[in-house]
């Protein structure tokens, strides 16, 4: 599979929110190559959302797609719920990558790469 690297990934979504005039940092670097990469989305109301990156197939086009994939699909969960499991994460593979964004609408800036 050719796939883009992290790092790339990273700093291209980094670019976009600040391009549209949010705040985003790298709050864990990973593996620059091949590390998971979570997208934590702080609504700046003492919730977030929380996003990994995943990798999919187009069997009719034979290209591979990024995505990312809400880990708590339709509900906002607490901060520091957000932040736990960021640690838990970060525990099992210290190669991950950790993105925060603040973003009062909780959009994912990361999901309008196209990659």
């Known amino acids: 599979m050719n796939e883009l690297k992290s790092e790339i990934i990273i700093n291209a979504g980094i670019r976009l929110a600040e391009n549209n005039f949010t705040n985003a940092y790298v709050t864990k670097r990973g593996n620059s190559d091949a590390g ?12 977030a959302k929380l996003f990994i990156r995943n ?3 187009n069997f009719d086009k ?11 699909p339709n509900k906002m969960v607490s901060a520091i719920d957000i932040d736990k499991r960021i640690l838990r994460e970060i525990s099992r593979d210290r190669d991950c990558w950790v993105v925060e964004i603040e973003d009062k609408k909780g959009n994912n800036p990361f999901e309008n790469l196209n990659c």
């Open 55 to 57: 990798f999919t197939f």
């Open 36 to 47: 998971a990469i979570y997208i934590k989305i702080d609504t700046l109301d003492g919730n």
């Open 62 to 72: 034979n290209v591979h797609t990024i995505s990312f994939q809400d880990l708590y």
